[in-house]
């Protein structure tokens, strides 16, 4: 990746901070390279291990905060620890995400630990999104974990995107729900080639009136290997629904393991999961309409994928 393109990126992260009144925090390489605070999001250093805190205020309302993260050299092995301290009724909007350019033969690996606490009566909505490229035969490895601590009535969006050029991730998401807290997940994947992902997510619904839903939908091609864990643990009266659904094609495998425990009586818990390959209507009707196998395929994945 050259300057000129990082160069772009930081101007159209400072637009992006200037036009929303966000914060943003730019790694490149395992260093920091540009950070900007807001009166009401403060972005401070780590003194003891890579990273930085992300302080948002009590009542913050419409600001973002963006920490890219871009690995441009191979064999490079990048860790990083990010807390989110979100305020009583703050109303904020995250976008996260980690994009790996490897032209060599080392592996090169992002290992990013987020960790939330969200005050009483806060939103966030959270955006991870994960992409890997580079003409090298080095692998491109990603494990995120995020944990998530929702106090009462507090409330959590969370989109997790990857959709290509990663060789390798492990994703571990465990999140823990007070009084009326509502966690959204939604997950989509695609897999290609030899490549693997494993995505366990742990919810642990503590408080009364708790809920939580979890929506995964995935492709798998070529030989890649997925395996989706998401387990359900409802210790007080609560609603939650994971739902899972994957299309499979050609020699991919694909394990999908909802799992779901109830410790109340009033704990409601409901999972579904679907495996299966592209619908031979959908693709005969678009076939029909002039277009080749490989045009109405990626329509039909990309319209899964949406």
């Known amino acids: 990746m050259d300057q000129a393109l990082i160069s772009h990126m930081l ?3 400072a637009g992006i901070s200037g036009k929303t009144g966000g914060a943003f925090n730019l790694r490149l390489d395992s260093k920091g390279v540009e950070r900007y605070s807001t009166e009401n999001i403060k972005i401070i250093p780590k003194t003891d291990r890579p990273g930085i805190d992300i302080l948002v205020r009590p009542g913050t309302k419409g600001e973002s905060v963006h920490i890219p993260v871009i690995l441009t050299e191979s064999g490079l092995n990048d860790l990083v620890y990010n807390d989110f301290i979100i305020g009583e009724g703050a109303d904020v909007t995250i976008i996260a995400g980690c994009g790996i350019h490897n032209e060599g033969h080392a592996k ?10 969200i005050g009483k009566n806060a939103h966030v909505r959270y955006v991870e999104k994960h ?3 580079g003409s090298g035969t080095g692998e491109r490895v990603l494990n995120p974990t995020t944990l998530v601590d929702l ?6 969006e969370m989109e997790m995107v990857q959709i290509g050029g990663v ?15 509502k966690l959204l997940i939604t997950e989509r994947l695609m897999t290609h080639d030899a490549q693997t992902a494993t995505s366990d997510v742990v919810i642990h619904l503590n408080g009364e009136d708790s809920s939580a839903q979890v929506i995964s939908r995935s492709v798998a091609k070529d030989t890649s290997n997925q395996v989706f864990h998401p387990i359900a643990q409802g210790n007080a009266r609560c609603h939650a629904h994971i739902q899972c659904d994957t299309i499979l094609m050609d020699e991919a495998h694909v394990r999908s393991i909802p799992e779901i425990e109830a410790n109340h009586s009033e ?14 209507e959908q693709m005969l009707k678009l076939e029909t309409l002039g277009l080749d196998e490989s045009e109405a395929e990626k329509i039909i994945i990309d319209a899964f994928l949406e």
């Open 151 to 156: 106090a009462e009535g507090a409330s959590c």
């Open 11 to 13: 101007e159209t992260i």
């Open 267 to 280: 704990a409601a818990i409901i999972h579904e999961a679907a495996i299966g390959r592209i619908n031979n």
């Open 131 to 133: 992409y890997g490229e």
């Open 108 to 117: 090169s690996e992002h290992d990013g630990i987020h960790a939330f606490k």
């Open 167 to 181: 060789s390798s991730t492990l994703r571990k998401t465990d999140a823990t729900l007070g009084k009326n807290a």
